[in-house]
């Protein structure tokens, strides 16, 4: 396996050269290294590479790299979430990248103690192996958090599907985009949508042209 400093700063030309294409600010982007496949010795591998952001879509995973890593990192919830586990997660997450339906919304309302920082789920390609929200449901879905004190909409996330091409890419990442001003125009204070999480081992280039700030790298950064 290769070391992770080492696939980072590849990762990292990449980043800057995307950057310099779309006229983007490299400072901007957040690498988060998706840890899932991997061990917890590899997890603390990339922070001492020079990571800060780590993300499990697992609770139990996740739990058990936290045990050891703690506060050493920031931890983002990537996975599909189920509302009964919100409790044993949420004072640990920093981020919660799933946020896909109102009962789940209201659970982190429910159990959390303070602020939440949320990204909304989004299906841009509409698969239907995929979790999230569709383009045209996302709007109504923010305008019916109002009333949650403790969920605080950072961004929207997206995956999107796995293909080659990249035009049909390039379109996903563009859509979420729209869809991320078109939510900042409305102006709601719990829902400043500042960020996009999007881009993967294969896409994260094309991402970053079109906007991403964070980007979710598992494969190509610690390895499956
Ligand atoms: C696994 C996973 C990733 C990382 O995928 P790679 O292709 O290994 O980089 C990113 N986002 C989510 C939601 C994931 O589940």
Not at 43 to 51: D, F, K, P, S, Y
Not at 59 to 64: L, T
Not at 118 to 140: M, R
Request: aromatic residues 6%; positive net charge.
């Amino acid at each position: 396996m290769k070391r992770v400093d080492q696939n980072l700063s590849t990762i990292k030309e990449n980043i800057a050269k995307a950057c310099e294409k779309s006229g983007r600010d490299p400072e901007k982007i957040t690498v988060i290294a998706v840890t899932k496949y991997v061990t917890t010795e590899r997890a603390i591998e990339a922070l001492n590479a020079g990571i800060k952001d780590l993300g499990e879509n697992r609770d139990q995973e996740f739990m058990k790299k936290y045990e050891i890593i703690g506060k050493k990192a920031i931890w983002h919830f990537i996975g599909t979430l189920q509302t009964r586990k919100v409790k044993n997660i949420i004072d640990k997450v920093d981020y919660i990248h799933s946020l896909d339906r109102l009962s789940l919304a209201e659970e982190i309302n429910k159990r959390a103690s303070k602020k939440v920082s949320c990204f909304i789920q989004v299906n841009v390609s509409g698969e239907e192996s995929k979790h999230g929200l569709s383009v045209d449901e996302t709007i109504p879905f923010v305008k019916k958090l109002a009333d949650f004190l403790h969920i605080n909409v950072v961004g929207l996330m997206t995956m999107a599907p796995h293909v080659n091409d990249e035009n049909i890419l390039r379109n996903c990442f563009r859509s979420l985009k729209q869809l991320q001003l078109q939510i900042q125009k409305l102006q709601l204070p719990y829902a400043p949508c500042t960020e996009l999480s999007m881009g993967m081992s294969n896409d994260y280039t094309i991402a970053v042209e079109e906007g991403a700030t964070f980007i979710r790298i598992g494969t190509s950064l610690v390895g499956e």
